[in-house]
T-cell receptor, first 118, second 111 residues
Framework: DAGVIQSPRHEVTEMGQEVTLRCKPI?????LFWYRQTMMRGLELLIY????????DSGMPEDRFSAKMPNASFSTLKIQPSEPRDSAVYFC????????????????FGDGTRLSIL | GQNIDQPTEMTATEGAIVQINCTYQ??????LFWYQQHAGEAPTFLSY????GLEEKGRFSSFLSRSKGYSYLLLKELQMKDSASYLC????????????FGTGTRLQVFP
């Protein structure tokens, strides 16, 4: 089974540029989550989708961040304009529905995108 | 608020046993997860506890006490490859779709 697939694995860009991160969830998973991980703050949930619909974006730091899920097999997280403080590892995760499949459903993570904004 | 505490770092010797603790303060409880994350890699699911007691999976076991808001991950017969960060996470009682993660415990195993 293919896991969660993210691209690119690494991105280095200059401040002010637009950055687009991509994610393909595990086929059949209803939920997709975007996280940001830093040494100081650990794993923080940015936004999540259920059946392609954004449910909770309260973790999105500011208007420079946006996320879309145009279909069940693809999601993007966009930062425009990017700033040095956005440097972090961004993870995408997917899962089956906890409400219907049970609360023991784990989230499955992709390998992440390591983003560096210069 | 919802809070999870784990030690930041631990060290242990190959072949030994190590216990990684996690305490949580949440307004309710719907289950606790342990994840392993090797440096530069994705977190991978290790275990899930929702009832009090010990869940064993090979060299790894996870324990839960709901009354104490406490869990631990027990790693036996440590191997060098067990050097990683171990993340404790609980289902958000306000929204059970979400997980709240601790900042993780970095374990270094020495020969």
């Amino acid at each position: 089974d293919a896991g969660v697939i993210q691209s690119p694995r690494h991105e280095v860009t200059e401040m002010g540029q637009e950055v687009t991160l991509r994610c393909k969830p595990i086929s059949g998973h209803d939920y997709l989550f975007w996280y940001r991980q830093t040494m100081m703050r650990g794993l923080e949930l940015l936004i999540y989708f259920n059946n392609n619909v954004p449910i909770d974006d309260s973790g999105m730091p500011e208007d420079r961040f946006s996320a879309k899920m145009p279909n069940a097999s693809f999601s993007t997280l966009k930062i425009q304009p990017s700033e040095p403080r956005d440097s972090a590892v961004y993870f995408c995760a997917s899962s089956l529905a906890p409400m219907f499949q049970g609360p023991n459903q784990p989230q499955h993570f992709g390998d992440g995108t390591r983003l560096s904004i210069l | 608020g919802q809070n999870i505490d784990q030690p930041t770092e631990m060290t242990a010797t190959e072949g030994a046993i190590v216990q990684i603790n996690c305490t949580y303060q949440t307004s309710g409880f719907n289950g606790l997860f342990w994840y392993q994350q090797h440096a530069g890699e994705a977190p991978t699911f290790l275990s899930y506890n929702v009832l009090d007691g010990l869940e064993e999976k090979g060299r790894f076991s996870s324990f839960l006490s709901r009354s104490k808001g406490y869990s631990y991950l027990l790693l036996k017969e440590l191997q060098m490859k067990d050097s990683a960060s171990y993340l404790c996470a609980v289902r958000d009682p306000r929204n059970t779709d979400k997980l709240i993660f601790g900042t993780g415990t970095r374990l270094q195993v020495f020969p």
